[in-house]
């Protein structure tokens, strides 16, 4: 196996198309443990964080633009993309532990193809979309497009994530992610639901973007879950409505995380409880 | 398969080393620079028990290579005390029996030593959230967070 | 209370203090040398290929192409071993399997190469040919007609007719008339319980470095919990004569049970044999979970009778535990420590010991009691709140006490239980109010405590300093604790006596760190040393003063006249005497060994409050009290630690750890990922109650307290998620999918 650290994204493109079995390497929180396991024997590591540009957060037309090597600590500690997008950097927040914080980014959640991971249904509930780069150059892909079946992405070969643009927020406008997990931490979700929504004037919901992972083999967007709730007040009804749209939109299995009875039913507990603090984030309250 | 030349820090020391492209931090730590107080307990980041700093940020050696240390700045439990003076945290530690068998104290020093650099007057909570990847199978955690939260308010008094 | 009326009886100075640990700086600076931290020049580095297969014939072995490879040193498979002795027979066959793979991960070859990467290289050169077999990891079904059989022929004459191979041996307990008694109850709760296996999740993975010389002489440096016991069982694997293998005790990174057997030992001495090198074994997380010593799963029924009042007319269990591919789980406690808390006319159990398709058990804290405790505790919880009844007074009316004739067969002598659950009926904690969704749990537990044998070696410096050798690891503070007790006996300050832990050559036989021994027997010993150390600087004063042995008294680190009559000599300091030894005798030292007996038994209560969310079925834990008899408290800081730590593993147990098992007989969660152990965020807060009744085995009053405290929390949890769920929980873990199920269906 062979270590390089390109400085630029071209060396880096050009490393990986002249090599099979070639590795991105980001924050490596998970590529390591696949090392380490022998599930993955790479002839080629490509470690993109001496990239210029990749560890930054850049304002872009009213959004954020966060580099694939940005990790989880330094998105917590960006004032504005707390401010804009509470729900994505608390999912990104919730992967591992504060010393895997130091490391996890928001581009390897995403190409590592879980089911269960806790960015990916934030991100795409918030609408985020990657940007691709590769031998045949650059593409912009939405975020819900790039998981294909678990462990498994759309990126062609030599392609990899440079960065991820979360777009303007929007008035009246917010976002939460939670998930369920038996302990308090340290686990891999066994349900979650993102949720971005705005309301108009009179606090009804003018759009909605409703996420849930670990039920299916995808990170899956529920348009029946923000239909749901479209051009409603968040009433004890319509919280009730989209939980259920919710339980009936996933589609889990029973393994060691959990049954397909309890992923149902968490479904439609998570979707309500987030929609709640997305609402209140959208009035500006605290929450 | 050549081994890969790093050049880096280490507790302060100019610090040479070659390893295999494959090799982690904690194995170059270990097997090559012999500071065995950093500790394997699952090599998955599962633990803690081989937390470090990098650049002042708190992460598990195990997940990261020993070739991406090249002109870092790393600190391990070694370079916690001040020659034969002990840091507060790990002052505390022995007083308070924050300690049994001692194999995840070095993860759970580095650690705590990283929370009070950034918040030095942390609630219960937030310490219990920030060291929740440090297991502790012996002590049920109780004195060690007590530890920590009697560490922060005598290091905040001093200052 | 009870520590006010002991301290009258004796004046303590060190024992009940809370010194620091002499080991402590070098945990805290990272130099403590644990198990994988120990290096020796042209070391190599072993590793082994294990089973993907749960059950299945080994047909073939072909290790010719990893011999070829180049940097590999040696290759070992079963076959090296040969014949052993009959006791270690099963020992190396889970070391390294035989004709079968008995579960997934039992290891089948080793190589010893001159890297890692190599290493790993050569395992993948190996060829195994098996034959895969019916498999079986569950209990009951193992223990029925047409079950996949592990051992043929292995069943013991204790089983009657028409239970499964499987079924190796049964014990059975108890007296009076359990069917009689039954019928004179008010009520009668019947029940089965189920316990999921756990690990003792040390953190340090198990890691030895070998070395074997051509004249026959080994030495292993390991992390056990006995290195005695290491070398004894290595020894009789490997053919040689105990006293030419030398093993030396790592730090220990946790064990809780799990490191009192071997694993790793005997390979890598075959392994330095055949190479000519030192070998160094570390295991994997995932190693340690698949192929070390987990405990037993459980399945147990449970039937108790109780009158209106509370009285308990009856009490009947029978336990089934599986122990893994090989026969010894630890169903006999179990069956021994079910009822032990209690005082009854009519009690019996029946405990059968089961092997399946999983990794052979080891000890794990008070083997065998947490899960019998659950179902014993979770049936008097249920009749209590069944008649309305104040759960504690069921207990303190039923309780045992001095003279009661335990279900196992003693008649108890002073005991803590009564005082345990008077201090918790008295505690704030039992009458603080309560919340939406919230319950509240409480259930005692009982552990023998152990003996056996023990040496210790005390020496006095000639500066009049003192060091004292033990040779058991210190696996929670016990350097501290032995430093104490010698620091008390001799009258001198704490700093004035260092306590190492001695290699195999160094002292006689001692028993592994286990049976929360340590304190009790090795603190024993070590009195018993410094009294001996004591007697000869008395006779050395004595003989410098011209006066008689008995005219001398030992108090307060110094030698005196015993009285009046004696003379009139200033007395003589530890320093004094040790400085002039040369000149009245040589050396002095004190030595103590003995097979201990009389550890006193432990019993302790657990208070908790958890809230459970109606939603998720998620349990968090509130609040958490534990109140238990120590005896003596040496160092009460690490009593409390203990009772902490054995509070917080059975929370685990309770809540989310159990090994995992597919259809395929692999264990699906062989990592700290999804073996969930609690971590710091799960908790509160634990508090502790010491009580103090004195062992009357002991000279200063100690009981063993390491492995009560893991006995009563399954049960009180239980108890407690119970009360909050509104429906009675009889599976552990009580995981949110279960706990949200029972309520859904209580619910209907």
């Keep these: 196996m062979r270590f390089e650290a390109p400085r630029s994204v071209e060396e880096a493109v050009t490393a990986l198309a002249g090599q099979t079995g070639a590795h991105v390497l980001a924050g490596g929180t998970d590529l390591l443990v696949k090392l380490r396991a022998e599930m993955i024997e790479p002839e080629l590591i490509v470690d993109i964080k001496r990239i210029a540009g990749m560890r930054d957060v850049v304002a872009e037309d009213g959004g954020w633009r966060i580099g694939a090597a940005v990790s989880g600590a330094e998105m917590g500690e960006h004032a504005g993309l707390c401010a804009d997008w509470p729900g994505v950097v608390e999912a990104v927040g919730l992967i591992g532990s504060t010393q895997v914080q130091g490391r996890a980014t928001l581009a390897g959640n995403l190409c590592n193809a879980s089911p269960a991971a806790d960015s990916v249904p934030a991100m795409v509930a918030a609408g985020a979309v990657v940007r691709v780069v590769g031998p045949k150059g650059t593409r912009d892909v939405a975020v819900i497009d790039i998981p294909k079946a678990p462990g498994k992405t759309t990126l062609a070969a030599g392609e990899f994530i440079a960065s991820v643009f979360l777009p303007a927020r929007g008035a009246r406008s917010g976002d939460a992610y939670l998930r369920f997990i038996p302990r308090t931490e340290m686990d891999i979700a066994v349900v979650g639901c993102g949720i971005a929504l705005s309301l108009d004037a009179a606090g009804r919901v ?47 299995i029973d393994d060691k995380r959990g049954t397909v009875d309890f992923r149902r039913h968490v479904s439609g507990v998570l979707a309500r409880r987030a929609a709640v603090i997305a609402e209140a984030r959208a009035k500006g309250e605290q929450a | 398969m050549s081994r890969i030349h790093v050049t880096t820090t280490v507790n302060g020391d100019a610090t040479e080393f070659l390893c ?140 | 209370m009870a520590l006010d009326d002991t301290k009258k009886t004796k004046d303590f100075k060190v024992v009940g203090t809370r010194p620091n640990r002499p080991d402590g700086i070098d945990k805290v600076t990272g130099r403590a040398r644990f198990g994988a931290d120990m290096v020796a020049p042209g070391m190599l580095t072993g590793r082994i290929l294990r089973s993907p297969h749960a059950h299945a014939r080994i047909l073939r072995i072909d290790t010719s192409k990893a011999e070829a490879l180049p940097g590999v040193k040696a290759v070992v498979t079963r076959a090296d071993f040969g014949d052993v002795p009959d006791h270690v027979a099963n020992v190396i066959d889970n070391c390294m399997a035989g004709d079968k793979a008995l579960y997934d991960g039992h290891a089948v070859a080793a190589v010893a190469a001159n890297s890692a990467a190599v290493a790993r290289k050569a395992l993948k050169l190996i060829e195994v040919e098996y034959e895969v077999l019916p498999h079986v990891t569950d209990v009951d079904a193992a223990m029925k007609p047409g079950a996949p059989v592990l051992h043929e022929g292995w069943q013991q004459e204790t089983v009657p007719a028409g239970y499964s191979g499987n079924v190796i041996s049964r014990v059975e307990f108890g007296h009076g008339d359990v069917e009689a008694g039954l019928a004179k109850a008010d009520r009668v709760v019947a029940r089965t319980y189920r316990t999921g296996a756990t690990h003792q999740g040390y953190i340090e993975p198990h890691a030895c470095l070998a070395t074997m010389s051509a004249d026959g002489q080994g030495d292993l440096w390991v992390c056990t919990q006995g290195h005695y016991m290491v070398r004894n069982v290595c020894a009789a694997i490997l053919g040689m004569e105990q006293g030419q293998l030398r093993v030396t005790a790592s730090e220990i990174g946790g064990g809780f049970g799990g490191k009192t057997v071997v694993f790793l030992e005997p390979v890598a001495l075959m392994l330095a044999k055949k190479s000519g090198r030192p070998v160094k074994m570390v295991m994997s997380r995932s190693e340690v979970l698949r192929a070390t010593g987990p405990t037993a799963s459980t399945s147990i029924d449970v039937r108790i009778g109780m009158k209106k009042d509370g009285r308990i007319t009856a009490a009947f269990a029978e336990l089934r535990y599986q122990g893994g591919a090989y026969p010894g789980s630890p169903v006999d406690m179990g069956s021994m420590s079910a009822f032990a808390p209690y005082d009854l006319e009519n009690v019996k159990t029946v405990g059968w010991d089961v092997v399946s398709n999983r990794p052979k058990a080891a000890a794990y804290r008070a083997p065998g009691a947490p899960m019998a405790a659950f179902a014993v505790e979770s049936a008097i919880d249920e009749l209590a709140r069944g008649f309305g009844l104040d759960p504690l007074a069921v207990r303190l009316m039923n309780g045992a006490k001095e003279g009661t004739r335990a279900s196992y067969g003693p008649t108890y002598p002073a005991i803590g239980l009564i005082a345990t659950l008077e201090a918790a009926h008295t505690h704030p904690h039992w009458t603080a109010p309560l ?64 306590t190492i832990i001695a290699d195999t050559g ?45 005219a001398v008294e030992w108090e307060d680190g110094a030698a005196r006249p015993a009285g009046p009559n004696a003379g009139k000599f200033p007395p003589m300091t530890i320093k004094e005497i040790a400085a002039v030894a040369s000149n009245t005798g040589g050396p002095i030292a004190g030595h103590h060994e003995v097979t201990a007996e009389g550890a006193g038994v432990s019993f302790g209560t657990h208070m908790v409050d958890v809230e459970v969310d109606p939603d998720t079925g998620a349990t968090r834990i509130l609040r958490y009290t534990v109140f238990q008899d120590a005896g003596r408290a040496v160092h009460p800081s690490y009593v409390e630690g203990q009772f902490q730590g054995g509070a917080v593993q059975g929370i685990g147990w309770a809540l989310n750890e159990e090994y995992i098992y597919g259809e395929d007989g692999i264990l699906q969660n062989a990592g700290f990922l999804d073996y969930r152990i609690p971590v710091a965020s799960d908790l509160p807060m634990i508090d502790t109650v010491i009580l103090e009744i004195p062992n009357p085995g002991h000279p200063y009053g100690v009981r063993g307290v390491g492995e009560t405290p893991i006995v009563p929390p399954l049960a009180a949890v239980a108890n407690a998620v119970s009360a909050a769920a509104g429906v009675r929980m009889t599976r552990l873990p009580m995981s949110p999918p279960r706990v949200l199920a029972a309520m859904q269906a209580a619910k209907g």
Excluded at chain 1, 214 to 239: C, N, T, W
Excluded at chain 2, 39 to 48: A, N, S, V
């Design chain 3, 506 to 550: 160094s002292l006689g036989q001692n028993e592994v760190t286990d049976g929360s021994r340590v304190t009790f027997a090795v603190g024993l010993a070590t009195i018993e040393a410094a009294r001996a150390a004591k007697r000869e600087m008395c006779k050395r004063a004595a003989m410098i003063w011209g006066i008689d042995e008995e």
């Design chain 1, 206 to 252: 003018a759009a909605a973007r409703v996420s849930l992972g670990a039920v299916g083999p995808k990170v899956m967007l529920v348009d029946a879950a923000a239909e749901a709730i479209q051009g409603r007040v968040l009433d004890e009804a319509a919280l009730a409505d989209l939980a259920a749209v919710c339980s009936a939109a996933a589609t889990p």
């Design chain 2, 20 to 159: 295999d492209a494959e090799a982690t931090l904690l194995d170059v730590l270990r097997d090559e620079l012999g500071l065995t107080g950093t500790k394997e307990g699952c090599g998955t980041g599962d633990c803690g028990a081989c937390s470090v700093t990098v650049d002042g940020r708190l992460v598990c050696s195990c997940l990261m290579l020993g070739a991406e240390a090249e002109g870092r700045e790393i600190t391990t439990i070694e370079g916690m005390a001040a020659g034969d003076t002990l840091h507060p945290l790990q002052q505390k530690f022995i007083e308070m029996a924050a300690l049994q068998c001692g194999i995840c104290t070095p993860g759970i020093l580095v650690a705590a030593k990283s929370l009070l650099e950034r918040n030095p007057d942390p609630s219960e909570e937030e310490v219990r959230y920030w060291l929740a990847g440090n297991l502790c199978r012996c002590t049920g955690y109780d004195k060690i967070i007590r530890a920590v939260m009697e560490t922060a308010a005598d290091m905040r008094r001093a200052s």
């Design chain 3, 435 to 498: 919340g939406e969704n919230q319950g509240r749990g409480v259930a005692c537990g009982f552990w023998f405590n152990f003996g056996g044998d023990t040496c210790v070696s005390l020496n006095v410096t000639p500066d009049g300093t003192v060091t004292v050798s033990e040779g058991n690891p210190d696996i929670g503070g016990s350097r501290a604790s032995m430093t104490m007790m010698a620091a008390e006996e001799l009258g001198i300050p704490y700093d004035q006596v260092r």
